[in-house]
């Protein structure tokens, strides 16, 4: 039977916006964007701007938080980290894994994004984890092996616990800050790869939840929502200006929708 999804929406602010910002982000962005009961918002704020970003949506819990990575221990001796159960206690209902910038700037490899998926898991954090190819592997016809490698890591390493639904986001790192964007014919591609992953795995990863993230902007986001198999976006770039985003937010799922809701 066909479930219909609601898209999830999803700001990547990285390190863009302390708490003075963040709270005048939310206080324009609320008057733009009215609550939906038809899609998720979730926003990943900077870990210091987390309280702000809560004050700020008092009165609009359909605007969630997420924290942008945790490390892979509980606790320790790693200055400047946070861990999966600090960032719960603070009030975040979401955490991202594997994000590009965190596996090339940090050398975040598989076995380290399994772990803080991990973690978010047992802390109660929804992880949402981000997968993707460089040009050079895409160019060299490498896209199936990239995305299978690094989702089975995941999946191979969660020691009997369930991630369900999984959430994933397929972000080209060539598509990443870059203005270039897949198209819809390419991210549908990519997503029904990691769909396919998904179904061959073991457990009950099969309702996979995929986003698209890359370059997604106002004047993309109908097309890229409307695609087949697109769940969602995650958006780092034009997240930061509070129009722009709420233009995202609102975007139309188009008549692929019922398509897309297919596993
Ligand atoms: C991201 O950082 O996850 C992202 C998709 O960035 P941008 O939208 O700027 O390409």
Redo the contacts with the bound molecule.
């Keep these: 039977m066909t479930e219909l999804r609601k898209p999830l929406i999803a700001a990547?602010w990285?390190m863009y916006k302390g708490p003075r910002e963040t709270r005048e982000f939310m206080r324009r962005f609320v008057g733009l964007y009215p609550p939906r009961t038809d899609r998720t918002i979730i926003f990943f704020p900077s870990a210091i701007s987390i309280p702000a970003f809560l004050e700020a949506t008092a009165g609009r819990p359909d605007l969630q938080v997420g924290i942008q990575d945790v490390h892979a221990d509980l606790e320790g001796a790693h200055t400047g980290a946070v861990s999966a159960p600090m960032a719960a206690e603070a009030g975040v209902g979401w955490g991202?894994a594997g994000?590009?910038?965190r596996r090339s700037e940090f050398g975040d490899d598989d076995a380290d994004v399994a772990r803080k998926l991990r973690r978010l898991l047992d802390a109660g954090l929804p992880p949402i984890l981000?997968v993707g190819e460089t040009l050079e592997e895409r160019t060299a016809g490498r896209l199936e092996e990239v995305l299978q490698r690094q989702i089975e890591a995941v999946l191979g390493g969660l020691g009997g616990r369930t991630w369900s639904p999984p959430v994933l986001?397929y972000?080209p790192v060539w598509?990443?800050?870059?203005?270039e964007?897949a198209s819809p014919a390419d991210a549908s591609e990519a997503h029904a790869i990691v769909r396919q992953v998904l179904r061959e795995a073991p457990g009950d990863a099969t309702r996979g939840v995929v986003l698209y993230?890359?370059?997604?902007?106002p004047d993309n986001i109908d097309a890229l929502l409307g695609a087949r198999g697109v769940d969602g976006?995650?958006?780092?770039?034009?997240?930061l200006e509070p129009a722009s985003f709420a233009r995202i937010c609102l975007g139309e799922t188009g008549d692929g929708r019922s398509d897309l809701q297919l596993l």
């Design positions: 990547n990285k991202l994000h590009s910038e981000c986001a972000e598509a990443i800050g870059t203005g964007t993230g890359g370059s997604v902007k976006v995650l958006v780092g770039g034009a997240s």
